[in-house]
């Protein structure tokens, strides 16, 4: 091979490489984490990279159902979120190290009654949570203690039956002094809310005058994200065809547009969260199936599949 052959074939094959390493889909330090719900041995915590590759399974025997995850690259720890029983106000909060070791209980049962998805505030070192049955929502400090309440949409038994009152998804603009959730309903009447992290002077959890309801008549909203950049917030549905089990995006304010429906066919879909890195969403369901789209929908493809029941799911810059 000449010369000029040999440094042409050099550079391409450079350029080969260059590409495989820079492409939206590969692996560039991220890394998904998220939550097996139930199976023979109990719910899991499992670890993948941001392609699928690497699976690893990091905590498993878990009996109380997990439910919401966040991962703290600073202090390398991972947090979740365990339901319980939904008659018996005995969630937990939990967090291990980033290999799975040392699992330890930070909000005991009784904590919380059904915790669901789980939110970091890592610039006032603040868990925040969505608790369905408990019809609030709820944050503590990074040890579980200070536990609050900072809305409650209604009280007593009865009301616990019905899921319009049922708090489920959560979100976070720490900066603008907001937090979103879902209340899931019952197919046709969920909703995603709004309002201020701290509870307005006089006010209670209970009656707050700051609340504003975005957006309503959805199937059943569950997980969400944010996109703060440019004001988007995501979602996944877990109701009917052909509103429900699918991805959807909207303006965080609702005067700047509508629901827009970005990939549909979920198997009863559960966990969503965006990689603002490289402009991708991550989202799950109860099929057992990891799932990667570009924030528009586009490119959607499955990651894994056969996991077994999926619930939370984050993504987390671990090169960073």
């Known amino acids: 091979m000449s010369i000029r052959r040999r440094t042409a074939f050099l550079l391409g094959f450079a350029a080969l490489l260059f590409a495989a390493h820079s492409s939206p889909g590969a692996s560039r330090g991220g890394r998904l984490f998220f939550l097996n719900v139930s199976g023979p041995g109990g719910g899991r915590v499992l670890s993948a990279n941001d392609d699928g590759a690497d699976l690893k399974v990091l905590v498993s025997g878990l009996r109380q159902g997990p439910d919401g995850i966040v991962v703290d690259a600073a202090s390398k720890k991972i947090y979740w979120t365990n339901m319980g029983k939904a008659s018996a106000n005995d969630g937990t909060i939990q967090r291990s190290d980033l290999d799975g070791r040392n699992v330890t209980t ?142 959807s995006r909207a303006p965080m304010n609702p005067n700047k547009g509508s629901q827009e429906i970005l990939v549909s066919g979920l198997k009863e879909g559960i966990g969503m ?19 990667s789209a570009k924030l528009d929908g586009s490119d959607s493809k499955v990651l894994l599949t056969g996991q077994g029941a999926l619930t939370g799911i984050t993504w987390v810059d671990l090169g960073q």
């Open 106 to 247: 930070i909000v005991p049962t009784g904590g919380a009654w059904t915790p669901k998805q789980l939110k970091l505030d890592a610039k006032h070192g603040k868990l925040y949570w969505s608790d369905r049955e408990g019809m609030r929502i709820m944050r503590a400090n990074l040890d579980g203690s200070d536990i609050e309440t900072l809305v409650e949409s209604a009280q007593g038994d009865a009301a616990r039956e019905d899921p319009r009152n049922w708090c489920v998804g959560i979100a976070l603009d720490v900066d603008g002094g907001k937090v979103y959730w879902t209340q899931k309903g019952s197919g046709g009447n969920g909703r995603i809310f709004r309002a201020n992290l701290e509870i307005p002077k006089g006010e209670n959890a209970a009656h707050r005058t700051d609340i504003e309801t975005l957006f309503d008549a959805l199937p059943e909203p569950i997980d969400m994200d944010l996109d703060l950049a440019n004001r988007m917030m995501y979602w996944s549905d877990r109701g009917d065809p052909p509103r429900g089990n699918t991805v």
């Open 273 to 291: 969260a965006l990689d603002m890195r490289d402009g991708r969403m991550f989202y799950t369901d109860l099929g057992g199936n990891v799932y």
